[in-house]
């Protein structure tokens, strides 16, 4: 979905339209309707949720915007726990691009969230996105009173600040707490963002600050180490 066919923050608290589940809150129901009717969605897109598969980046805004429903629905789940997304196509032409889910460990969506991914990226229509969000939540059994964290960034790709703008308003249609963008940053660096921003106070004071600069911190404390090791005298 293109970000400018929903980019209007006062349709967010519209009466319920007719049909809309009460698993999904009002203020999200109107803006999922309001943004899903206008959705071109494509099985080619829906594929880079599976398979990692890159493709133009320009048709991936409808798949961006579903990834941030995903994105909430899996925080949630899991308690609030932050989840990361990276808009990136990796090695790959700079007119393609891709996103990746990251999970709380700094590992890798789980597998079995892959399906679901699929199922929401080709929902072709409102009713179908609307059914396929209620039924994961009632599956899945996904407490939506509970907070969701969401830290997002991207490489520099051409495409990548339009996607930004489409997952954008995929968190902010299912009401997503706290995102958090850092930005263009490196796949590794959000991995560690990830990770560090679950950790409780004691260990994340031992693993590094979850940050840009922590990053940072943590590769050139363990590449001095490298380099004063008993391989590498002074």
Known sequence: LSCHQRDCPSRLFR?????IPNLIPSHSAMALQDSAQSTSTTAEAGLILLTSIHIRGDTLESTLFRIGLLAV????????QTIGIMITASHNPAIDNGAKLVDPRGEMLEASWEQHASLLAN??????LLKALTGLIAELKIDMAKPSRVVFGRDTRPSGEKLVKALQAGLEAMGCEEPKDMGITTTPCLHYMVKGSNLKQEAQIK???????GYVQKLATAFTKLMVSPRNPE
């Open 15 to 19: 009466p319920r339209p007719t049909g």
């Open 73 to 80: 629905l899996r925080s949630k789940k899991l308690n609030g």
């Open 123 to 128: 929902a072709e229509t409102t009713s179908d």
């Open 207 to 213: 693993y590094g600050a979850p940050s840009e600069q």
